[in-house]
């Protein structure tokens, strides 16, 4: 089975600190997301990155960056955390074939 | 640009009744679509996918959908709800060729009364 995991289930924060959420999988896939998940919204997409050092913006990408430097690790930062960042980070990563996503249990992000 | 819309939010049954969850896809080529299931503070976890074989696609947990291109369309259903459905249901659309990448509904949370 393909795990993802997430290193923080819950975190909080205060306003204008940087944040770090990390993502590793196990699968060797290329594909690897950041998602982020707000009641009435659903799912928005962050960033998303097909290979190492290789990064894409997603649909809101603002106040965001991301770092790959390991085929297996992708990381979500926050350069200076503000109080409408909380909230559900999901990180997926996607089979080869389908697009089927494969995601972790999800960070929990609350600024102060 | 492809999109999924789910209408409503919420979607509350009886325990034993019929589960009908509506998806409704955009999309100018042939998509692949899915449904995932997200239970409290946990992670999306795949119900079935739709790539452009069988229409009527079986998933986990007796749940189905068919894909419908006149309608464009992808509802969810189940004959029977148990009372372990109450969860959080995702649509998803992904365009062939677009590298993996999902376009996600707003959700719809389903309640099952006893």
């Known amino acids: 089975d393909v795990k993802v995991t997430q290193s923080s289930r819950y975190l909080v924060k205060r306003t204008g600190e940087k944040v770090f959420l990390e993502c590793v999988q196990d699968?060797?896939?290329?594909?690897m997301f950041w998602y982020r998940q707000d009641p009435g919204l659903g799912l928005r997409l962050i960033y998303f990155?097909?290979?190492?050092?290789?990064?894409e913006k997603g649909d809101i990408p603002e106040g965001y960056s991301v770092s790959r430097e390991k085929k297996e690790r992708f990381s979500l930062i926050l350069e200076s955390a503000s109080t409408n960042q909380t909230s559900m980070y999901l990180c997926?990563?996607?089979?080869?074939?389908?697009?089927?996503?494969?995601f972790g249990e999800g960070s929990r992000l609350t600024v102060l | 640009a492809q999109s999924v819309t789910q209408l409503g939010s919420h979607v509350s049954v009886s325990e034993g009744a019929l589960v009908l969850l509506r998806c409704n896809y955009s999309s100018s080529v042939p998509p692949y679509l899915f449904w995932y299931v997200q239970y409290p503070n946990q992670g999306l976890q795949l119900l079935l996918k739709y790539t452009s074989a069988a229409t009527l696609v079986k998933g986990i947990n007796g749940f189905e959908a068919e894909f419908k291109k006149s309608e464009t369309s992808f509802h969810l259903t189940k004959p029977s709800a148990h009372m372990s459905d109450a969860a959080e249901y995702f649509c998803a659309v992904r365009v062939t060729g677009a590298n993996s990448k999902l376009t996600f509904g707003k959700g719809i949370t389903l309640s099952v009364r006893p």
């Open positions: 997926a990563t996607a089979g080869p074939n389908t697009g089927e996503l494969f």
């Open positions: 699968m060797d896939h290329e594909n």
């Open positions: 990155s097909y290979d190492v050092k290789m990064k």
